[in-house]
């Protein structure tokens, strides 16, 4: 009998994987490199202009991130986004909950694979079926052959 193949373990909803995972690309992105203007971080997080103002906005909302202006060049401010304690605290939970996720999923596909390995290794046939071997063992006779 083969062995069952398990399915995943119950998941958040992927709008919450997306947000958490847009949450945790940003702060990991900030905290590398706090001066990146949104349109940066739009291009690095791949989210349209809109989406990465609502995260940002988020981020400032909860604590995650605070403003800084500074003077980037001539007489155009710019801003810096720093994490703040709360936000470290935040980038490492996202991290632990975000590997977590992930080495369940890789358990999960291995035990996939394994199965499928099992399944497939139990379905090796010991001859080749005639259809396959039929036309090449045989000698094409005199009447089948039209050149003779």
Same mark, same amino acid.
């Given at each position: =009998? ?14 919450? &994987?997306?947000?958490?995972? !847009?949450?945790? *690309?940003? #702060? ?22 809109? /989406?990465? *103002?609502?995260?940002? *906005?988020?981020?400032?909302? /909860?604590?995650?991130? /605070? ?12 801003? !810096?986004?720093? #994490? ?12 632990? &909950? ?6 369940? &999923? ?11 390995? &099992? ?8 001859? =080749? ?20």
């Amino acid at each position: =009998m083969n062995a069952p193949i398990n399915p995943s373990p119950p998941r958040r909803s992927s709008s919450t &994987d997306a947000d958490a995972s !847009a949450t945790l *690309h940003a #702060l990991r992105l900030l905290a590398n490199r706090p001066a990146l203007s949104q349109r940066q971080l739009s291009r690095e997080l791949g989210l349209s202009l809109g /989406k990465t *103002h609502y995260v940002l *906005h988020a981020l400032l909302d /909860k604590g995650l991130v /605070k403003i800084k202006n500074f003077k980037r060049s001539g007489n155009k401010l710019a801003y !810096a986004y720093l #994490l703040t304690p709360k936000g470290l605290r935040e980038k490492l939970q996202l991290t632990r &909950d975000f590997l977590t996720r992930k080495e369940a &999923d890789f358990e999960s596909l291995r035990r996939t694979i394994a199965g499928l390995r &099992d399944e497939l290794g139990k379905e090796v046939p010991t001859q =080749m079926p005639e259809h396959e071997t039929g036309s090449r063992d045989r000698k094409p006779s005199a009447e089948s052959n039209p050149l003779t």
